[in-house]
């Protein structure tokens, strides 16, 4: 499975970004698939993540702002960010994991990612 990442950008505080990430592959019907961030010095955070049944799961810190989805038809997963702040800005990643069925944030290792997109919140 290949994954590719796009959509960052500089926004403005309280802007808007939504970004995408193209899977190409195998059964991806099947796979759960998350977005996670990175800011220089801290660890990875998973910011988002979605079942092969479309259950989501947000980050306390996305709760309300960030939507993430996915479109089977076309093998694309999306991750809608509204009211972005400063603290926001990171490099992006999504990631994929075969086997999709289960409670998404039980999924310890991901095995499959896509090269990074910054996202920049700044005025």
């Known amino acids: 499975v290949q994954l590719q990442a796009s959509g960052g950008g500089l926004v403005q505080p309280g802007g808007s970004l939504r970004l995408s990430c193209a899977a190409s592959?195998?059964?991806?019907?099947?796979?759960?698939f998350a977005w996670f961030r990175q800011t220089p010095g801290k660890e990875r955070e998973r910011v988002s993540c979605?079942?092969?049944?479309?259950?989501?799961n947000d980050a306390d810190s996305v709760k309300g702002r960030f939507t993430i989805s996915r479109d089977n038809t076309k093998n694309m997963v999306y991750l809608q960010m509204d009211s972005l702040k400063p603290e926001d800005t990171a490099v992006y990643y999504c990631?994929?994991?075969?086997?999709?069925?289960?409670?998404?944030?039980?999924?310890?290792?991901?095995?499959?990612w896509g090269q990074g997109t910054q996202v920049t919140v700044s005025s």
């Open positions: 990631a994929g994991h075969p086997h999709g069925g289960a409670y998404c944030p039980a999924i310890i290792s991901w095995p499959y």
């Open positions: 592959g195998s059964n991806l019907d099947y796979y759960a």
């Open positions: 979605i079942s092969s049944s479309m259950r989501t």
